[in-house]
């Protein structure tokens, strides 16, 4: 008889066999539905990823650019290098970093993300913001999204960059707060406002949840929006959290209008 206990024998067995069973299961499993391309359709490696096309037309967001907001720049002036708007308007947020350009190729994804209900897409964006947002990930931050109005999350089912907050907060192993942030003013859309319109019209949208406020307060924030468009809701929120008395205050996006 050998020094093993049943349970022992039987769970060192379950152990061995457990990881070539789920990796048969997983080559069966996409046999029947083989991994596609978020994007066209076409057949992929891996789920939740692009084709090689699709993935060329995508314009990443990366050095150099920006010290402060990340817009990118032509030519490499210095890692510390700030970009003429930020020198002349110093920014609400501390640093910003986006993906991607908002353009054509983004666009189509971003918009079967936020308006068309396919969630799965939160994962590939967050694994995209990790990488541009590495900076931003340094110090202990808590993840914060742009809150959605009640009746506006209801229509859409969800609100996308909580989704976005909480695939960063599995990625990072920072932690994701969902209900400080509130949204206490129902507004029209933002799209087809100009720069100015968009500040009138998030005046007063946001504010910190009365009951929350020791947990915002003194700690640094990374915030989470889809698209940075004039900057207008990001700042708002910022401003929210900053009255709150939290500390420094970041910006992470997919993409942002460039």
Request: aromatic fraction near 6%; charged fraction near 20%; charge should be positive.
């Amino acid at each position: 008889m050998s020094g093993l206990k049943g349970g022992e024998c039987s769970g060192g067995m379950i152990g061995r066999l457990g990881r070539p069973v789920l990796h048969l299961g997983r080559r069966l499993f996409d046999l029947v539905l083989p991994p596609r391309c978020k994007k066209c359709g076409a057949l992929v490696t891996d789920d939740d990823g692009l084709c090689a096309e699709c993935w060329s037309n995508l314009t990443f967001l990366g050095l150099p650019w920006c010290a402060c907001c990340g817009l990118p720049f032509d030519y490499d002036v210095g890692v510390d290098a700030v970009c003429g708007a930020c020198v002349a308007a110093p920014p609400v947020f501390s640093t910003a970093r986006s993906a991607l350009a908002y353009d054509d190729a983004s666009r189509e994804l971003i918009l079967r993300f936020k308006h068309g209900g396919d969630e799965t897409l939160s994962r590939l964006f967050a694994r995209w913001m990790m990488l541009a947002g590495e900076g931003l990930m340094e110090e202990p931050s808590l993840i914060v999204p742009v809150p959605l109005h009640p009746w506006r999350r209801i229509r859409r089912r969800f609100n996308q960059s909580a989704l976005l907050a909480a695939d960063l907060a599995r990625l990072t192993g920072l932690q994701s707060d969902p209900l400080s942030l509130i949204r206490v003013k129902r507004t029209p859309s933002q799209g087809g406002l100009g720069k100015a319109a968009r500040k009138v019209n998030v005046q007063g949208a946001f504010t910190i949840d009365p009951d929350r406020r020791t947990r915002i307060a003194g700690q640094s924030i990374l915030l989470i929006d889809d698209v940075w468009t004039s900057g207008a809701t990001a700042e708002a929120c910022i401003r929210a959290c900053r009255k709150a008395g939290s500390g420094p205050v970041s910006l992470l996006t997919v993409a942002r209008v460039l």
